[in-house]
């Protein structure tokens, strides 16, 4: 097997691809990328997106959180990226959890919240309030350690929900 590529955020090209009101209501998540936090360490996570990243592959999900009492505490956060007169920049993130028992092969999220949070990111709003701070400095550093002038340029926002 040859060297795996390295998992990067996907930013947004200059150009438009809407032609005048065509593509009204559609949702584009080509800015859109995927972390999985599990308690201190952090990676971006495509799959996600289409809820098949590795953690989720062979597990069935329920909607009852109580049917999954030893299972790993989860966080999703999408993060949506944009570009402005400085450059690409972290416009939106917004966290869900999930709890995911590997061994009983049963996991529990709730898919709407997940939907809405993702739209939260879309839509550049930053929700991480419920994340612990453990769970905040994983995050950070991540999108640090991914892209120091994307975090640089990121807004006052994100920057105060996560800690210094």
């Given amino acids: 097997m040859g060297n795996k590529k390295d998992v990067q955020f996907n930013i947004l090209s200059n150009k438009s691809t809407t032609h005048g009101a065509y593509h009204t209501g559609t949702i584009s998540l080509s800015n859109l990328s995927s972390i999985l936090i599990e308690g201190d360490q952090a990676k971006i996570d495509l799959g996600l ?9 062979g597990v069935k999900f329920t909607s009852n959180e109580d049917e999954v009492p030893e299972g790993t505490l989860y966080w999703v956060v999408w993060v949506a990226v944009d570009r402005d007169e400085n450059g690409p920049y972290y416009a939106g993130a917004a966290a869900c959890p999930m709890r995911i028992d590997r061994e009983k092969r049963i996991g529990w999220k709730n898919l709407a919240f997940h939907v809405n949070r993702m739209d939260d ?43 210094s």
């Avoid at 997106?49 to 592959?57: L, N």
Wanted: charged share 35%.
């Fill in 49 to 57: 997106i289409h809820a098949k990243s590795a953690v989720e592959r």
């Fill in 121 to 163: 990111a879309l839509k550049r709003r930053v929700k991480l309030s419920e994340m612990g701070e453990t769970e905040k400095a994983a995050l950070k550093a991540l999108l640090i350690k991914h892209n120091e002038e994307m975090w640089k340029n990121s807004k006052a926002e994100l920057k105060a929900q996560l800690p």
